[in-house]
C-alpha cells in the first residue's frame, strides 16, 4: 500500500509533484531492494563499481605519486558529497529493470545524457560543496597545526596527532563543519539525480527544490537513510577502496528505490 501523500509541490508543470511520506522502516527496505536490483544485474553492476574503483585508485597513485598524499583524507571524505552524481549509471539500470530492459554497461556509462546540462549543473553544484570542504579541511590545517598546506609528511603522523588535545580539537571542529556541509549537499541531491534521470524535463533547481521537500517531510527516516549510505560508503572505503564495487552500485539501486517511494507526479 502506498504510503500517504504529505506535501503537493507546484513546479509549473502539468502535474504537482507529490511527496510521499515513509516511515523508519523504508531506509532499510530501500537497502535490500538496491541489493536486490544488484543481483538481477550483477555483472553490469558489479562492472560499473570496478570502472569507478579503478579510476579512484589512479586518482590515489597520482596524488601520492605527485607527493600530494595529504589530499587524499579530504577527497576521500568528500567522495560522499559526489556519490549521488558517480551513481548516477546504477539509476538508470534499475530505471531499465523497472520497465522489463536487460541493462548494459555502455548504457550506463553515457544515461547522463538523458539530461545532460542539468545534471552537468547538478554536478558542479556538488563540487562546490566539495571544493568549499577541502578548502575548510585546508584551513583547519593551518589553524591548528600551523601549516598552510599539509604534506604527506604531517599527514603520516595523524595517528599521533590525534593522541593529542589539538588533534581531537581538530577531529571534533573538522567533523562538525563536515557535517553541515554533507548535510546541505544530501539534502539538495538525495533525490535530485534520479529525478533528472527520471524526467528529462525537469531542471536542476526543479529536482533541488523537491529533495529539499523530500527531506522536510520525511526528517528522520531521510536522517538514518543518509547515516546508512555514509556507513556503508565508508565502509567501501576502508577496505582499500575495494569494497566500492559492491556498496556504490547496491546504494545506487537503493536511491534509485527510495525516490520511487518518495516522489510521483500527481495522483
Known amino acids: 500500500m502506498a504510503p500517504a501523500a ?19 522502516e523504508h531506509p532499510w527496505m530501500w537497502l535490500k531492494a538496491g541489493w536486490r536490483d544488484l543481483t538481477r544485474c550483477p555483472g553490469t553492476s ?6 569507478w ?16 598524499g595529504s589530499w587524499l583524507l579530504p577527497l576521500l571524505a568528500g567522495f560522499m558529497l559526489m556519490g549521488p552524481l558517480v551513481a548516477v549509471g546504477t539509476y538508470d539500470m534499475s530505471r531499465q529493470l523497472d520497465h522489463g530492459g536487460r541493462p548494459s554497461l555502455g548504457q550506463a556509462l553515457l544515461t547522463w545524457r538523458r539530461n545532460a546540462t542539468q545534471i552537468a549543473l547538478m554536478g558542479v ?8 570542504w577541502i ?10 597545526f600551523g601549516v598552510s598546506i599539509p604534506t604527506v609528511e604531517t599527514t603520516l603522523v595523524y595517528t ?19 557535517a553541515i556541509l554533507a548535510f546541505t549537499a544530501f539534502a539538495l541531491s538525495v533525490v535530485s539525480v534520479p529525478r533528472l534521470l527520471d524526467r528529462p524535463e525537469t531542471s536542476v533547481l ?27 560508503t565508508f565502509l567501501g572505503l576502508a577496505v582499500g577502496l575495494i569494497g566500492l564495487a559492491v556498496a556504490l552500485p547496491v546504494l545506487g539501486h537503493a536511491s534509485w528505490r527510495a525516490y520511487k517511494d518518495l516522489v510521483v507526479n500527481g495522483e
Open 206 to 232: 526543479e529536482a533541488a527544490i523537491t529533495s529539499l521537500a523530500v527531506v522536510k517531510h520525511n526528517l528522520k527516516p531521510m536522517l538514518l537513510w543518509g547515516l546508512i549510505l555514509s556507513v556503508v
Open 160 to 178: 599521533e596527532l590525534l593522541q593529542s588535545g589539538t588533534g581531537i580539537a581538530l577531529i571534533v571542529t573538522g567533523s562538525a563543519i563536515g
Open 53 to 68: 574503483v579503478a579510476l579512484s585508485l589512479l586518482l590515489v597513485g597520482g596524488l601520492w605519486g605527485a607527493g600530494q
Open 46 to 51: 558489479i562492472g560499473y563499481g570496478v570502472i
Open 6 to 24: 504529505t506535501a503537493k509541490l507546484d513546479l509549473g508543470g502539468d502535474q504537482p509533484v507529490v511527496i510521499r511520506a515513509v516511515t523508519m
Open 125 to 132: 553544484l556538488l563540487m562546490i560543496f566539495l571544493l568549499a
Open 135 to 144: 578548502r575548510f579541511a585546508t584551513l583547519l590545517f593551518a589553524l591548528f
